[in-house]
């Protein structure tokens, strides 16, 4: 069993950089790949970034590819993601995911959600 807890979330302007973190309980959370995805109010949830158990592979939507990135630390049990250039566009309420494959996570399937962390950004 793992459990996720999203922060980081909050209002930012068009152009800033949020930082958003999903810590983990459990002492498996180095054998998941990890994840982040995004729900929009009234669109569906939706893949942003994945990265492997080891942490050197990594993948992201087009959309994000430049701005974000996502990593991270073992020892912390923690995932991260860094967000730059935000855009209007990029308002969610943001995911943490966790699951046994990154491939899983990259086409929507995944083992475990955190509740979930809203990021508004203003024009």
């Known amino acids: 069993q793992v ?28 054998t998941y790949a990890m994840g982040w995805f995004r729900q929009a109010p009234g669109k569906e949830r939706l893949f942003v970034a994945a990265i492997n158990w080891s942490g050197d592979s990594t993948y992201y ?38 699951a046994s494959i990154a491939h899983s996570l990259r086409v929507g399937v995944s083992e475990y959600w955190g509740q979930g962390t809203q990021v508004s950004v203003s024009s």
Request: net charge positive; with cysteine.
């Open 3 to 30: 459990q996720l807890v999203e922060s980081g979330g909050g209002l930012v302007q068009a152009g800033g950089s949020l930082r958003l973190s999903c810590a983990a309980s459990g002492r498996t959370f180095s």
């Open 61 to 98: 939507t087009d959309s994000v590819k430049g701005r974000f990135t996502i990593s991270r630390d073992n020892a912390k049990n923690t995932v991260y993601l860094q967000m730059n250039s935000l855009k209007p566009e990029d308002t969610a309420v943001y995911y943490c995911a966790a």
